[in-house]
């Protein structure tokens, strides 16, 4: 039994390398938990996210399964991992936008969303008795201010604007081939931004 196994019992302890175990492990798990790759772009007044469809039953009813969410009419959503901790973290957002659009009078904006949700993850890192949700978040939406934006959140509480970016099991795969693309992405048309993330995830699977 390696000396680092008994730093991994609770998210709250650190190993004397300084690492969180749990917090590790929660990354691998919506990494890999789905089985799934998603893939989000950013054009130069559009922003797109493609990922596949897996049926885990054949039994189930096709068309309950699904990993791309509405937030608000204006805010979509790619969750990878946990499907259950993924529909959590989704509910919530839900709730956080029309409790912004009620207080404020206005829709909530997506740099606002996603730094509420980021919040709110990164409390479950900070207490024992707290699981961390096994999901990552790919936000978009087209701001009135900022225009088109893609921002990722994940399960430590990490929320970044990103031009292009993936999750997934195949996220460094699709990574690399959207950093080999990355200095066009500014000028993408609505089309050219839809095929860009459908042949980076078609080039990783």
Same mark, same amino acid.
């Given at each position: 039994? !390696?000396?680092?196994?008994?730093?991994?019992?609770?998210i709250?302890?650190?190993?004397?390398?300084?690492?969180?175990?749990?917090?590790?492990?929660?990354?691998?798990?919506?990494?890999?938990?789905?089985?799934?790759?998603?893939?989000?772009?950013?054009?130069?007044?559009?922003?797109?996210?493609?990922?596949?469809k897996?049926?885990?039953?054949?039994?189930?009813?096709?068309? !309950?399964v699904?990993?791309?969410?509405?937030?608000?009419?204006?805010?979509? #959503?790619?969750?990878?991992?946990?499907?259950?901790?993924?529909?959590?973290?989704?509910?919530?957002?839900?709730?956080?936008?029309?409790?912004?659009?009620?207080?404020?009078?206005?829709?909530?904006?997506?740099?606002?969303?996603?730094?509420?949700?980021?919040?709110?993850?990164?409390?479950?890192?900070?207490?024992?008795?707290?699981?961390?949700?096994? !999901?990552?978040?790919?936000?978009?939406?087209?701001?009135?201010?900022?225009?088109?934006?893609?921002?990722?959140?994940? #399960?430590?509480?990490?929320?970044?604007?990103?031009?292009a970016?993936?999750?997934?099991?195949?996220?460094?795969?699709?990574?690399?081939?959207?950093?080999?693309?990355?200095?066009?992405?500014?000028?993408?048309?609505?089309?050219?931004?839809?095929?860009?993330?459908?042949?980076?995830?078609? !080039?990783?699977?």
């Open positions: 039994m !390696s000396r680092d196994s008994n730093y991994d019992h609770h709250s302890i650190f190993s004397p390398q300084g690492r969180l175990y749990q917090m590790e492990y929660a990354f691998k798990a919506a990494n890999t938990a789905s089985g799934l790759t998603g893939v989000a772009v950013r054009g130069k007044d559009s922003c797109v996210v493609v990922t596949q897996k049926i885990p039953d054949r039994l189930m009813d096709p068309t !309950s699904t990993h791309l969410f509405n937030i608000t009419p204006k805010i979509g #959503c790619l969750a990878t991992g946990l499907l259950a901790d993924c529909k959590a973290q989704v509910q919530r957002a839900r709730y956080e936008a029309a409790d912004y659009a009620f207080k404020y009078g206005y829709a909530i904006p997506v740099h606002v969303l996603a730094r509420r949700i980021a919040d709110l993850a990164q409390v479950n890192t900070q207490s024992a008795s707290m699981r961390p949700l096994a !999901s990552v978040l790919l936000l978009i939406g087209v701001d009135d201010e900022k225009g088109p934006q893609v921002f990722k959140v994940d #399960c430590a509480g990490h929320y970044l604007p990103f031009f970016t993936a999750s997934g099991i195949k996220e460094q795969e699709a990574v690399n081939y959207l950093e080999k693309k990355v200095t066009d992405m500014k000028e993408y048309s609505q089309d050219d931004t839809i095929r860009a993330a459908i042949m980076c995830l078609g !080039s990783v699977l």
